[in-house]
Each structure stands twice: as structure tokens, then as C-alpha cells.
């Protein structure tokens, strides 16, 4: 415990800080770059009606290809990428790059084959997507609780640990007001905005990342003499600190990587073996990519397909970018700072980042606080803010759509829009309290590669969950029992997995795990390739085992019927009618009960009753002063309009062939540049 406490103080006071961003000229640029976030999450709200539950979750599915290709880029690449890129690289070199480069091919799987299902589907969350597939409850119960605990206690817990290095780094501030003041104005545009304002706002983070990381690049680069001194000086990049009375240090702990400038690495003795990179990558990549809902509620939101292929062909452009923006940086700061970077003392460690397992984390933030000068050390603090942001307000905006439809539907079912938003607004609240109080945790936890735990963490987790979306959509005779079988042996599996590793600690060079190796050392994602055969073989061999779905369930559904035409009989229609059927009778004797409150409810001069404070924030909210029982009258007919302008993926053949033709451009050039850095 008392350890504990140590390490927390290191963390927030490191023996070399520096207060770097304290004049007029960086001030001024933070400034600029917070009004005109708010001003677009602002702008935005008049854009689309938020007084709906497709208006808030969805953007009223109506955005064009460039915001929703933004958002993809910007939802993705978090200050956890800048700081875990950076830092992996500076530590291993060039091959994490894969990471990025992978998702390049599956981002055309998500545009091309899962969201048209989604689409013909009629769903807003990837739970409600295999309720209506498998039918039943368990599946969609257990997927809601997983995802809101990913969400709560890893993405954000990164988000706001790669943060607090960067601001500790750079301003030198209290770590608890700069992520509730950073908190406090995500959660503004985010609660009042919806979905819409995220994107819109996304779009200008995007802008703002890649321009500011491009300017970094270029003093980076410049520093070292360009391109070629990154290969010269790379290997001799070894600290001149790296013996101890305490320790015998191996010369592998502080010597960079032989085949640093390798992405394909040896398949047994790699820290990224190839076969690992190219297969069990891309089945984290498949769960991430398609089957997250913070990633895949972006393209429902689409104006048609045509714009959602088109949306995931400018993030896979953008895909491009991380190598030469994030990682090549990280490598250079090594060589920069090498007695920092790549510290390998445990003491010299502590002393310099609050941490003895390394500092390579802080390459990227050491960058921006020696080499920038005044202003463009500003605009790098607005582009860590800009990823932090909007990383944090797309999960915000996921798992308030997940609890809204998943959780309080099925607990109050008569619940109208006007109670589904308020709550989902009440449950960013809470994700902003439980994201405060975890900020010690993640303070005290910190340590190693950060990007190695997050994809770590992923493998463990999320091939039984992409086993079943992938087999979901195209095995017909895969059924409810399968599915659900294969989620829970999977998770059986990674946890017998990720217990033992958290339990050990991963270690270090310096510090060796002590976990038995026939459990911890098989790489992560050869194990992810592990999870996943199995969980197949589970979902399979159960869905073979017992009764087939009927395809009359699964009209437009799987991917192989998605242009179906047919009449598609919902599984637990019965249940779901008689659920409606019991809020309708709870909310007549709610309505018989307040007959005289209803009345004056239906007065229009209640409405005028309201104060001013409470109009004003009903308004800023996107929602009615008027009761929630005064709606406006929808005709069956344009319900029925609606439904299909929803669910309809029809494509113009021109610009179908024009994404088609880019999709094939970016694959070639993406295979160039694997083949080129092999």
C-alpha cells in the first residue's frame, strides 16, 4: 500500500517537470481552440432534431461522408495513440505501425459487409442487433454489461492516463482540474449536442490533430537531419546510464531492437510476430472496427451507404498518417532524449517520469515541450486535447445510446423519448463521476508500453464477441444457444488469461513476470487466434446440436439475405407486443389517475407556466417545454416512409463505382507500404 502511495506522489510530481506552456502566445492558441469547439458543438445543435431518439443517437441519419469519416478517424485516435504509439516506437521501433495500417482492410469490411446489415437491421446498438438475431434476452444482456465495463474501466481509464501524462508534462497543473475542466466541457457538447455535435465536432479535431501533428513532424525531422537520420542514429540511441549496484541489466533491456525498422518481425521471438500482426490482429481489429458500438454508431448515422463507404475510405486514408505522425516521432525523441526515453535504472526511471518500468511514454510530450516554441507549443496541447475529447465524448455518446435502448427500455418500457433522453444525458453525468474517481487508479497503475495494454487487453476480451458477429452474419444456421455459449466459454477462456497476467504483472526487461509461461508467455495475439477458434468451435458445435432458426426470422439480417424483400417475422415478437402492450396499460392508468393534471398539461398556457431557467434549458437540451404526452400526430404512412428511408441501402451506380474504385487505390497503396517496411 505504502508503495502504492509512493508511486502515486511520483507520478504527480516528477523530479524533471517543467511548467513549458505558460505564456501569452500558448494561452492565446488553447483559447482560440476551445471557443471554436464549443461554437461548432453549438452551430451543430441547430443541424438535426435533438428532441428524438434518432435525432440524438443517430444524427437523425443524415450526415454526408466527410464528417462521418472524420469522426471514424477521430473516435479512434485518442491521446492514448499519441502517447502509446510514441511511446512503443521509441521503445521497439516501427512495427506497432501495424496496428494502424491493419485497420486500413477491416475499416472496408465494416463500410462494405456489416453496416449494409446493420442498416437493413433497423438497429441503433450492436446488442439490439443480436437480440433481433438470435432473439432471447441473455445474449443482449451480457454484450450491454460488457461493453459499458470496457468502456468505464479501460478506454477511458487510458484516455485519461495518456492525458495526465501529456498535461503533467506541459503544464505542470493540478491533474484533477484539468480533467474536470477538460470533463466538464466534453460533457457539455456531448449531453446537449447528441451525435451530431460530436461528429461535427470530430471533424474539426481531426483537422486540428493532423495539422498540429504534421508541424511536430516536421521540427522532429528536422532535428535529426531529416528521414535518413532517423535510420542512422536510431541503434545508437542506448542511454549512458544502464548499469546498477542493484540489478544485473542485460544489454537487450537498453539496446534498440535489432529489427527495429522491421514490421514483420520473427513468428517466435518477436515482440509483433508477423503471423500475429497479419491474423490475430485483425480479429481484434474486426471486433474494434466492426462490432463496437462506438465505432459502428458513427456509420449508422450515414445519409445512405454510399456515404458510409465513403466515410470509412477517408479514415483508412487518414489510417495512413499514424506511422509518420506518431510513431517515427516516438523514435526520434529516443534519439533525442535517449537518457530519458529509454532509461533503463529502475531508480534513474523513477526519478524522471514517477514510474520504474521505463519511461518511454512521455516521448511524445517531451517532444512538444523542448522543441516547439511559443504558440505552436499551444496549438500541440490543443491537438492532445482535441484526441482526448473527442475519444472520450464518442464513448460518452456509445455508452449512453447502449444504456438508453438496452438497459432502461427493458426496465420501463412505457418510457416515451422524452424520458429516454434525459436519461441517457443522466448517464454521462455519471460516466463524468466514475471517470474523476478513477483518475488514482489509473495514476497508481501506470507503467510499461501503454499501447501493448490496450491491445492486450482487447485479445482477451474480444474474439469470442467477434466470433460471434462474424458467424451472426454469415452462418444462417448459427442459433441463440450457440451464441450465447461461445460468448461465455470465450470469456471463460481470456479471463483464465488476463487474471493471472494482472495478478503477476506483465513485467519488464529489467523486472521479469513471474507468471508461469505456459499461461503468459504466448504472445497476446496468438492467443487472440486462440479465443477466437474456440469460441467458433463452441458457437458451431451448439448450433448444430440444436434447432435451427427459421429464415423467415432472419429476413435481412445475415448477410446473404440482406436485399430481401420478404416479410421478416421478429423473434419474441410475441414478448415485445406484450411488453408494448403492458406500458400502454401502465401509462392509461397512469393518465386515468392525474385526469386534472392532464388537462392543464394540454392547456397551452401551462406551458407558458414554466420558468424562464427551465425553458432556456429545455431548449439548450433539444427538448419540448410542452409534457411528454403532447406529440405531434405521425400518419402510418409516413412512419412507414421513414422506416424504409432507414433501412434502405439502394446505391447510385456511379458513386457506388467511384468508392468502389477508391477502396482498391487505398488497398494497393496500403500493400505497397506493408510490402516496402516488411
Known amino acids: 500500500m505504502d508503495s502504492g502511495g509512493e508511486t502515486l506522489r511520483a507520478t504527480q510530481q516528477p523530479a524533471t517537470q517543467t511548467v513549458a506552456i505558460n505564456n501569452a502566445a500558448d494561452i492565446s492558441v488553447i483559447s482560440i481552440y476551445f471557443l471554436v469547439v464549443i461554437g461548432v458543438g453549438l ?32 473516435s479512434n485516435i485518442g491521446s492514448g495513440h499519441f502517447i502509446g504509439l510514441a511511446g512503443t516506437g521509441a521503445a521497439n521501433g516501427l512495427a506497432v505501425a501495424g496496428f494502424e495500417w491493419n485497420a486500413l482492410f477491416v475499416v472496408l469490411l465494416l463500410g462494405w459487409v456489416f453496416v449494409p446489415v446493420y442498416l437493413t437491421a433497423g438497429v441503433i446498438t450492436m446488442p439490439q442487433y443480436l437480440k433481433k438475431r438470435f432473439g432471447g434476452s441473455r445474449i443482449r444482456f451480457y454484450l450491454t454489461i460488457l461493453s459499458l465495463f470496457l468502456y468505464i474501466f479501460t ?11 501529456f498535461i503533467q508534462q506541459a503544464l505542470g497543473w493540478n491533474i484533477y482540474l484539468a480533467v474536470i475542466a477538460l470533463l466538464v466541457i466534453t460533457m457539455i457538447y456531448t449531453v446537449t449536442g447528441g451525435l451530431a455535435a460530436l461528429m461535427y465536432t470530430d471533424t474539426v479535431q481531426t483537422f486540428v490533430i493532423i495539422t498540429g501533428a504534421f508541424v511536430l513532424m516536421g521540427y522532429a525531422f528536422n532535428e535529426i537531419g531529416g528521414y535518413h537520420g532517423l535510420f542512422e542514429k536510431y541503434m545508437n540511441a542506448i542511454p549512458s546510464l544502464h548499469t546498477s549496484d542493484l540489478y544485473n541489466i542485460s544489454s537487450a533491456c537498453y539496446t534498440p531492437r535489432p529489427d527495429a525498422f522491421n514490421m514483420f518481425r520473427d513468428p ?43 466515410g470509412c475510405i477517408l479514415c483508412g486514408y487518414l489510417k495512413f498518417l499514424p506511422m509518420f505522425l506518431m510513431v517515427m516521432p516516438g523514435m526520434i525523441s529516443r534519439i533525442l ?30 517532444l512538444v515541450v523542448t522543441l516547439m516554441p511559443n504558440g505552436l507549443r499551444g496549438l500541440m496541447l490543443a491537438v492532445m486535447l482535441a484526441a482526448l475529447m473527442s475519444s472520450l465524448a464518442s464513448i460518452f455518446n456509445s455508452s449512453s445510446t447502449i444504456f438508453t435502448i438496452d438497459v432502461w427500455t427493458r426496465l420501463r418500457p412505457q418510457a416515451g423519448d ?20 478513477w483518475i488514482p487508479v489509473v495514476q497508481a497503475a501506470q507503467g510499461g508500453q501503454l499501447f501493448d495494454y490496450m491491445q492486450s487487453v482487447a485479445s482477451y476480451l474480444a474474439p469470442p464477441i467477434a466470433a460471434v458477429f462474424f458467424l451472426a452474419l454469415f452462418v444462417k444456421r448459427v442459433n441463440e444457444p450457440g451464441a450465447f455459449w461461445g460468448l461465455i466459454v470465450g470469456l471463460l477462456i481470456g479471463l483464465s ?34 479465443l477466437f477458434l474456440c469460441s467458433c468451435v463452441v458457437v458451431l458445435g451448439v448450433s448444430y446440436c440444436t434447432p435451427p432458426i427459421d429464415e423467415k426470422h432472419l429476413y435481412r439480417l445475415v448477410f446473404s439475405l440482406r436485399h430481401s424483400k420478404e416479410e421478416r417475422f421478429d423473434l419474441d415478437a410475441e414478448e415485445d407486443e406484450n411488453r408494448r402492450k403492458k406500458a400502454i396499460r401502465q401509462q392509461e392508468a397512469a393518465e386515468n389517475g392525474s385526469l386534472e393534471h392532464k388537462m392543464e398539461v394540454h392547456d397551452p398556457a401551462a406551458v407558458e407556466k414554466h420558468s424562464l431557467a427551465r425553458r432556456c434549458l429545455d431548449w439548450f437540451c433539444g427538448l419540448s417545454s410542452a409534457a411528454p404526452e403532447v406529440e405531434p400526430n405521425t400518419s402510418e404512412e409516413e412512419l412507414v416512409e421513414a422506416s424504409k428511408k432507414l433501412t434502405d441501402i439502394e446505391e447510385n451506380p456511379l458513386w457506388s463505382t467511384v468508392v468502389n474504385v477508391n477502396a482498391i487505390i487505398m488497398m494497393t497503396f496500403a500493400i505497397f507500404l506493408w510490402a516496402y517496411f516488411a
Open 43 to 74: 452551430w451543430s445543435m441547430r443541424r438535426t432534431n435533438r428532441g428524438t431518439v434518432g435525432g440524438y443517437f443517430l444524427a437523425g441519419r443524415n450526415m454526408v461522408w466527410w464528417p462521418v469519416g472524420a469522426s471514424l478517424f477521430a
Open 155 to 165: 478506454k477511458i481509464s487510458v484516455d485519461m492516463f495518456s492525458g495526465a501524462v
Open 268 to 310: 517466435l521471438t518477436g515482440d509483433l510476430p508477423w503471423p500475429a500482426l497479419l491474423i490475430g490482429l485483425t480479429i481484434v481489429s474486426c471486433w474494434y472496427w466492426c462490432s463496437d458500438q462506438v465505432i459502428v454508431q458513427r456509420c449508422l448515422a450515414g445519409k445512405n451507404v454510399t456515404h458510409v463507404k465513403a
Open 337 to 366: 532524449y535517449k537518457d530519458e526515453i529509454a532509461c533503463v535504472v529502475a531508480s534513474e526511471c523513477k526519478r524522471i517520469c514517477g514510474t520504474e518500468v521505463g519511461c518511454s511514454n512521455i516521448a511524445y510530450p517531451k
Open 418 to 437: 422524452r424520458e429516454l433522453l434525459i436519461v441517457g444525458r443522466v448517464w454521462i453525468l455519471f460516466l463524468v463521476a466514475v471517470s474523476i474517481a
Open 497 to 530: 488469461r488476463m487474471i493471472p497476467e494482472f495478478v503477476y504483472g506483465t513485467g519488464s526487461c529489467l523486472f521479469p513476470s513471474a507468471c508461469p509461461a505456459i499461461i503468459c508467455r504466448i504472445h497476446y495475439l496468438y492467443f487472440a487466434i486462440i
